[in-house]
């Protein structure tokens, strides 16, 4: 998903503040989703305002819809119900001279424990850290959900790795009195990240898996009690346009199926029916038949163009999509798995089980966020100290 920082009047969002010295063109982040006490009934409704009897209305008591993209002028259109910070939010932040969240990054590059390091890289990340919070903090005092907190993606074939970033960061959470309740760590579905995710949630630290892209990764991220598991359903349907010679993809093209709906469609029935306690993520969706399509996923991530457009739509009578529940724990039950499908996972069926389309899109994300990371870090360099520290 994708937060677009653009300077606005609005004053719920924006206070003068200080300015920075640099811009950032294309920043991409995530909101996220409200916290588990919302089921089993879904809360979209309430946290958008919508007209009554549009297609919003009749669609948002099977799964919660969550605005995809969101301009801060849109806030007060399509409030979020929680939000991820992440690299390329504060990339966006140290674009703006008016946000409201440019103080928690300057609170950062002020934090004396940062700034007495020696080492420069040691600074840097300690900056990025109290950043990250900061910024999380005010977040969770903005939105009624949880908060997810991107894990540094340079430790994503780092199980210890993971497992000490997360808790540096929540012991900086702490210290700002935010609820462990309130939070999620978004960590990458590597088999590292699944098994750090693993160990976390066995502490009771709630995980949010990104870049989900196989059956493998879905069903080891629920057998290891992840929080939220995230699929991308459009970035599949992208790959599989321009490639071939992926099993999962091909049998679902084979059996006529969309292979990003198909993947959603497995995990979810996976998850309910082995009864698994994950709560399933629909992002990337593209258009209104997608989202039809996967009525009664826990949350989906629509864009801001299909939420207009089902906020201003009423459905006729004779309407060719009934809005009947798509996916239900009641059919989850009759549905059939290979043997593969049902391994017990362990590093090395996971690793033959990873088609090419995981492991290039895996990548491409991973590739993506180390960047963003490094650019944050590279930004804060540049700018340290900041004005009257």
Same mark, same amino acid.
């Given at each position: 998903?994708?937060?677009?920082?653009?300077?606005?009047?609005?004053?719920?969002?924006?206070?003068?503040?200080?300015?920075?010295?640099?811009?950032?063109?294309?920043?991409?982040?995530?909101?996220?989703?409200?916290?588990?006490?919302?089921?089993?009934?879904?809360?979209?409704?309430?946290?958008?305002?919508?007209?009554?009897?549009?297609?919003?209305?009749?669609?948002?008591?099977?799964?919660?819809?969550?605005?995809?993209?969101?301009?801060?002028?849109?806030?007060?259109?399509?409030?979020?119900?929680?939000?991820?910070?992440?690299?390329?939010?504060?990339?966006?932040?140290?674009?703006?001279?008016?946000?409201?969240?440019?103080?928690?990054?300057?609170?950062?590059?002020?934090?004396?424990?940062?700034?007495?390091?020696?080492?420069?890289?040691?600074?840097?990340?300690?900056?990025?850290?109290?950043?990250?919070?900061?910024? &999380?903090?005010?977040?969770? =005092?903005?939105?009624?959900?949880?908060?997810?907190?991107?894990?540094?993606?340079?430790?994503?074939?780092?199980? /210890?790795?993971?497992?000490?970033?997360?808790?540096?960061?929540?012991?900086?959470?702490?210290?700002?009195?935010?609820?462990?309740?309130?939070?999620?760590?978004?960590?990458?579905?590597?088999?590292?990240?699944?098994?750090?995710?693993?160990?976390?949630?066995?502490?009771?630290?709630?995980?949010? $898996?990104?870049?989900?892209?196989?059956?493998?990764?879905?069903?080891?991220?629920?057998?290891?009690?992840?929080?939220?598991?995230?699929?991308?359903?459009?970035?599949?349907?992208?790959?599989?346009?321009?490639?071939?010679?992926?099993?999962?993809?091909?049998?679902?093209?084979?059996? &006529?199926?969309?292979?990003?709906?198909?993947?959603?469609?497995?995990?979810?029935?996976?998850?309910?029916?082995?009864?698994? =306690?994950?709560?399933?993520?629909?992002?990337?969706?593209?258009?209104?038949?997608?989202?039809?399509?996967?009525?009664?996923?826990?949350?989906?991530?629509?864009?801001?163009?299909? $939420? /207009?457009?089902?906020?201003?739509?009423?459905?006729?009578?004779?309407?060719?999509?009934?809005?009947?529940? =798509?996916?239900?724990?009641?059919?989850?039950?009759?549905?059939?798995?290979?043997?593969?499908?049902?391994?017990?996972?362990? /590093?090395?069926?996971?690793?033959?089980? $990873?088609?090419?389309?995981?492991?290039?899109?895996?990548?491409?994300?991973?590739?993506?966020?180390?960047?963003?990371?490094?650019?944050?870090?590279?930004?804060?360099? =540049?700018?340290?100290?900041?004005?009257?520290?």
């Amino acid at each position: 998903m994708s937060v677009s920082l653009s300077s606005s009047s609005s004053t719920f969002l924006f206070k003068s503040t200080k300015k920075c010295s640099f811009s950032a063109q294309s920043i991409s982040s995530n909101l996220l989703f409200k916290s588990q006490r919302c089921f089993p009934h879904i809360c979209a409704s309430s946290s958008v305002n919508t007209g009554l009897n549009s297609e919003l209305d009749a669609i948002s008591g099977f799964s919660e819809i969550v605005p995809d993209t969101v301009i801060f002028d849109d806030f007060e259109r399509f409030p979020p119900t929680a939000a991820t910070v992440s690299s390329s939010l504060l990339l966006g932040i140290c674009s703006l001279p008016d946000t409201i969240f440019r103080n928690a990054v300057d609170k950062a590059l002020g934090d004396s424990d940062c700034y007495t390091q020696d080492d420069p890289s040691l600074r840097l990340s300690c900056f990025y850290n109290k950043a990250l919070v900061n910024v &999380g903090a005010d977040l969770a =005092k903005l939105v009624p959900g949880r908060v997810s907190t991107e894990v540094d993606a340079r430790l994503a074939y780092d199980t /210890q790795g993971i497992i000490k970033k997360v808790h540096e960061l929540l012991k900086l959470y702490n210290k700002l009195e935010v609820p462990p309740e309130r939070i999620l760590f978004k960590i990458p579905a590597t088999w590292q990240g699944i098994e750090a995710s693993r160990l976390l949630e066995s502490e009771g630290i709630q995980t949010h $898996m990104t870049f989900v892209y196989s059956i493998c990764q879905a069903a080891a991220a629920a057998q290891a009690g992840a929080s939220v598991i995230q699929i991308f359903v459009g970035r599949l349907r992208d790959w599989a346009r321009n490639h071939s010679g992926d099993a999962e993809i091909e049998a679902a093209l084979a059996r &006529g199926e969309d292979p990003g709906l198909s993947l959603v469609t497995k995990a979810y029935n996976y998850i309910h029916k082995y009864g698994y =306690k994950s709560k399933l993520m629909a992002a990337a969706v593209r258009n209104k038949q997608d989202l039809f399509s996967l009525l009664g996923v826990d949350y989906i991530i629509a864009p801001l163009k299909v $939420m /207009q457009s089902l906020k201003e739509s009423t459905p006729p009578p004779n309407e060719k999509y009934s809005f009947v529940r =798509k996916l239900a724990p009641n059919s989850a039950m009759a549905y059939n798995f290979t043997d593969e499908e049902l391994a017990e996972w362990n /590093q090395l069926k996971f690793a033959s089980a $990873m088609g090419p389309a995981t492991e290039e899109l895996l990548g491409a994300g991973l590739d993506g966020y180390i960047k963003q990371t490094k650019r944050v870090e590279e930004l804060f360099g =540049k700018i340290w100290p900041p004005p009257n520290v």
